[in-house]
């Protein structure tokens, strides 16, 4: 029975991340003015040189939005692709 446990979790771990990735998405979607509003602050730092991908951005969304580097680099991806493709 363990054993039978253990394999279910080695399958469903791995989803996870998955799942968090779609409910950014969702966010960003259901919350354009939000997604406009980071789109703003993106080119206010590419006006100063830095780059939306940059890791003081990345830490800008994190911090805004209580994500974790790697969530809030997906979530700045997602809103520059929805709302601002003409950021860098």
């Known amino acids: 029975m363990k054993l039978f446990l253990f ?17 950014l998405l969702k966010s960003v979607k259901k919350n354009p003015s939000e997604a406009i509003k980071i789109c703003n602050k993106f080119k206010e730092f590419n006006e100063k040189g830095i780059s939306a991908n940059s890791d003081k951005a ?12 790697v ?5 700045s991806i997602y809103v520059i692709g929805l709302h601002c493709p003409e950021i860098i």
Request: hydrophobic share 45%.
């Open 7 to 23: 394999f279910i979790f080695l399958l469903v771990s791995p989803l996870h991340p998955v799942l968090g990735q779609s409910n």
């Open 58 to 69: 990345i830490e800008f969304v994190s911090k805004r939005n209580k994500l974790t580097p």
């Open 71 to 75: 969530n809030a680099e997906i979530f």
